[in-house]
């Protein structure tokens, strides 16, 4: 529900995708490819309540603008939308009842667009009143728990693993550095394994020192600076370690797992730029009904 391109509106429009609207001229531009193509194109237009990221802002001449886009050829204004700062429930207050006097002069007008909505996942959580028409669910889809989701009731599990696997292992002395800079020294003799993945593929460096990985179900420390393609991590207290033995670099579940949210806190973001940050150059290996469905290679297909 966000910005789309100009030379990808065409792409989209043919394949019949959703768009948001949120200026008179992007909304003639749809119209305009619309009518080309012969196809109506349901848009949602998007309201900026204080967020001042996307959307047409409060103002004595928006009720004009919307009602020019409602009213353009080919298209089918199915929805209009916010989106809550969630600074606290005061601010959010004000931007759910601006939206509602928005909504409420668009109909005192017999604009009457059908589908309203305010929510992401964490506005579901703490506002079961804001719901409206739709929700918009970001982390609930990978099975996180949006901060403050208490209700052990919702059966929530994480969907999202990130593995790798041991490309290589070796024994270290005392003293020895480990990677760029020798940011890491061993203080004694060590094993160490050599992980084909780096912050390419969004193992992120702020991970460098400071992260674990499992392997046969025990923690194992990320020891040097993360590389664009490989990082090392300490084996000594695993045993029986082989090359190619699977690694859990996040995600999971159980006691098996590698916790999103503390990943986050150890690179000082939140758990969706971890995920996000995940590169097309890992495969995408899809389980369903606990088997396996499809693999997406984006490298090689």
């Given at each position: 529900?966000?910005?789309?391109?100009?030379?990808?509106?065409?792409v989209?429009?043919?394949?019949?995708?959703?768009?948001?609207?949120?200026?008179?001229?992007?909304?003639?531009?749809?119209?305009?490819?619309?009518?080309?193509l012969?196809?109506?194109?349901?848009?949602?237009?998007?309201?900026?309540?204080?967020?001042?990221?996307?959307?047409?802002?409060?103002?004595?001449?928006?009720?004009?603008?919307?009602?020019?886009?409602?009213?353009?050829?080919?298209?089918?204004?199915?929805?209009?939308?916010?989106?809550?700062a969630?600074?606290?429930?005061?601010?959010?207050?004000?931007?759910?009842?601006?939206?509602?006097?928005?909504?409420?002069?668009?109909?005192?007008?017999?604009?009457?667009?059908?589908?309203?909505?305010?929510?992401?996942?964490?506005?579901?959580?703490?506002?079961?009143?804001?719901?409206?028409?739709?929700?918009?669910?970001?982390?609930?889809?990978?099975?996180?728990?949006?901060?403050?989701?208490?209700?052990?009731?919702?059966?929530?599990?994480?969907?999202?693993?990130?593995?790798?696997?041991?490309?290589?292992?070796?024994?270290?002395?005392?003293?020895?550095?480990?990677?760029?800079?020798?940011?890491?020294?061993?203080?004694?003799?060590?094993?160490?394994?050599?992980?084909?993945?780096?912050?390419?593929?969004?193992?992120?460096?702020?991970?460098?020192?400071?992260?674990?990985?499992?392997?046969?179900?025990?923690?194992?420390?990320?020891?040097g600076?993360?590389?664009?393609?490989?990082?090392?991590?300490?084996?000594?207290?695993?045993?029986?370690?082989?090359?190619?033995?699977?690694?859990?670099?996040?995600?999971?579940?159980?006691?098996?797992?590698?916790?999103?949210?503390?990943?986050?806190?150890?690179?000082?973001?939140?758990?969706?730029?971890?995920?996000?940050?995940?590169?097309?150059?890992?495969p995408?290996?899809?389980?369903?009904d606990?088997?396996?469905?499809?693999?997406?290679?984006?490298?090689?297909?």
């Amino acid at each position: 529900m966000g910005y789309t391109a100009d030379e990808y509106l065409s792409v989209a429009v043919e394949n019949r995708i959703t768009l948001t609207i949120f200026s008179i001229s992007q909304g003639e531009k749809i119209s305009n490819i619309s009518s080309g193509l012969n196809v109506i194109s349901k848009v949602h237009i998007k309201i900026d309540t204080g967020f001042n990221r996307l959307g047409l802002k409060w103002s004595e001449d928006l009720k004009q603008i919307i009602q020019t886009i409602y009213s353009m050829k080919n298209l089918h204004v199915e929805g209009i939308f916010t989106h809550l700062a969630l600074v606290n429930r005061v601010e959010d207050e004000k931007q759910y009842w601006l939206f509602q006097k928005v909504i409420k002069e668009l109909e005192e007008e017999s604009i009457n667009i059908p589908v309203k909505h305010v929510c992401d996942s964490i506005g579901m959580v703490r506002y079961p009143e804001y719901h409206m028409d739709m929700i918009r669910l970001g982390a609930f889809l990978y099975g996180m728990r949006p901060t403050g989701f208490r209700d052990e009731a919702v059966d929530l599990r994480v969907a999202l693993t990130f593995k790798t696997k041991v490309a290589h292992i070796k024994s270290i002395e005392k003293g020895e550095g480990v990677g760029y800079d020798f940011s890491f020294i061993a203080e004694k003799k060590s094993k160490i394994a050599t992980l084909p993945v780096g912050y390419a593929d969004g193992y992120m460096r702020c991970l460098s020192n400071n992260g674990e990985v499992r392997i046969k179900g025990e923690k194992a420390e990320v020891i040097g600076k993360i590389c664009m393609d490989q990082t090392m991590t300490d084996l000594t207290h695993i045993e029986d370690v082989n090359v190619g033995d699977e690694v859990i670099l996040l995600g999971g579940n159980g006691e098996d797992s590698i916790e999103i949210m503390e990943v986050a806190e150890k690179c000082n973001t939140n758990r969706n730029e971890i995920l996000s940050v995940i590169s097309r150059r890992v495969p995408r290996v899809y389980i369903k009904d606990g088997t396996l469905s499809h693999t997406v290679d984006y490298v090689l297909d």
